[in-house]
């Protein structure tokens, strides 16, 4: 059912890793998606993927403050080791750095302009569904990059990570639902844009985040940023190593931004991008 669409969402969709190394040493790893939008390199993910760079400013300045404390003489803090040190983003190709971002983690919703970017690289770009011919009952698909597992060590004397060998590329994950409801919850940071999210019953998946959610005719339904545990309200019960367990029971369904505030978000930013029905990539007013 969605083997055309997923073949076009593969030339469009990309993985963003992220690493992390703490005040202790540790090096993380984690993955996210994000879709190209248009030849100028635009992109749209899920706004989360940034919450580990905001930390490490925070951590980084606190870090700074305390040394300087220290050095003082004046008192001895200790500084938290699980604090970060040392933050990367790789997005999809080697070198290249995402400028012009902005965040609205109310939506859930990041967009940005890689750079350098280069027009070969993506042979296909994606169209935005209409939302008002969204309706639930339709059969949708998501795509990202679940189950790898990411690993990397951190070069002290470049003060840069390097992702361990055979870790690209990264296997691609599609995973199909059907549109089961609209969930309208608040508005923007600044409260000018609607924040509505298309529901799917199937779950996110971790490393799915920022990922597309498309019709079979690969349109545009919304980004993956979600995933919601919802209680059933019954119990089943188990037997474990001869004691009896009882275990609440959920529905584990998927959320991502809805494409009518994708494209508000896009029109706010005067990113060019594609609707159903379009003959060529525009900015919609």
Request: proline share 5%.
């Amino acid at each position: 059912m969605f083997g055309d669409a997923c073949e076009k969402a593969m030339k469009f969709t990309r993985p963003v890793i992220t690493s992390t190394r703490q005040y202790d040493g540790t090096v993380n790893c984690s993955c996210g998606t994000f879709i190209v939008l248009n030849d100028d390199g635009w992109i749209v993910t899920a706004g989360h993927i940034f919450d580990s760079f905001m930390a490490f400013q925070e951590n980084s300045k606190k870090i700074k403050d305390i040394e300087a404390q220290n050095s003082r003489g004046t008192s001895k803090i200790r500084i938290e080791p699980k604090w970060l040190t040392n933050h990367s983003f790789w997005w999809g190709w080697d070198n290249v750095r995402l400028n012009d971002v902005s965040v609205d983690r109310k939506i859930d919703l990041a967009v940005g302009r890689l750079e350098p970017f280069d027009k070969k690289w993506i042979s296909e770009y994606p169209v935005i569904k209409d939302p008002k011919k969204m309706r639930p009952g339709t059969s949708l698909c998501r795509l990202g990059f679940p189950f790898s597992k990411v690993t990397a060590t951190f070069d002290g004397t470049k003060n840069s990570f390097r992702l361990a060998e055979g870790t690209l590329p990264l296997p691609l994950f599609p995973l199909e639902g059907m549109h089961t409801r609209n969930i309208a919850q608040g508005k923007s940071a600044d409260g000018s844009i609607d924040a509505l999210y298309v529901e799917t019953s199937s779950p996110g998946l971790r490393g799915q985040s920022g990922g597309p959610i498309f019709d079979t005719e690969c349109n545009i339904c919304g980004i993956q940023v979600r995933t919601n545990h919802m209680p059933l309200d019954f119990r089943a019960e188990a037997s474990v190593d001869g004691k009896k367990v009882v275990e609440n029971q959920f529905m584990n369904l998927g959320v991502g931004v809805h494409a009518k505030t994708i494209v508000d978000v896009l029109k706010k930013r005067d990113v060019r991008f594609r609707m159903e029905g379009d003959t060529e990539y525009k900015i919609i007013s």
